[in-house]
């Protein structure tokens, strides 16, 4: 038999795990952009607050409207670093799952190299019998021609 017919149904597992190992990679790259999308949106956030202006002077009121300004900028900010972290988990996850999926497809190349070898294997073994029966058959000639 052939190696593809032999190896037809692990070539078609290679195919499906390929694939799936593809859109993991797909998956991991869109999450690693949202990460840093997140993380843009939360240096901006810092840079908003840290370009705050400070309170000189004025009334009262005023004051009061400025710490809510303040406290309207740290709290984005708190937002734009959660949203930063939850972006890390999927990544993360994203990251797991490629990893898992990439070392399937390896474990079935490595069914499949060692198959071939084996196959291999096998044909120099059939080689070498048939050699040695030609010897054999060659020598029994030879002897009797001797004979």
């Known amino acids: 038999m ?7 149904a692990l070539n078609a597992v290679r195919r499906v795990r390929d ?4 859109d993991s990679r797909f998956g991991l790259q869109h999450a690693l952009n949202a990460v840093r999308r997140r993380q843009g949106e939360l240096r901006e956030a ?3 607050r840290a370009a705050a202006p400070s ?3 004025g009334s009262t009121a005023e004051f009061v409207a400025h710490l809510g300004q303040l406290a309207a900028l740290a709290e984005q900010e708190a937002r734009a670093a959660e949203r930063v972290e939850g972006s890390r988990l999927v ?6 799952r490629w990893q898992q999926d ?5 474990v079935v190349d490595l069914l499949l190299e060692r198959r071939a070898e084996v196959r291999a294997a096998e044909r120099r073994r059939h080689e070498a019998h048939e050699l040695d029966d030609l ?3 060659s020598w029994l000639r030879n002897r009797e021609a001797v004979s």
């Open 55 to 57: 309170f000189a002077f």
């Open 102 to 106: 990439r070392q399937q497809v390896r």
């Open 19 to 22: 694939s799936r190992e593809q």
């Open 46 to 48: 810092r840079e908003r």
């Open 91 to 96: 990544a993360d996850e994203a990251t797991r």
């Open 135 to 137: 010897a054999t058959q």
């Open 2 to 8: 052939s190696a593809a017919a032999d190896d037809r």
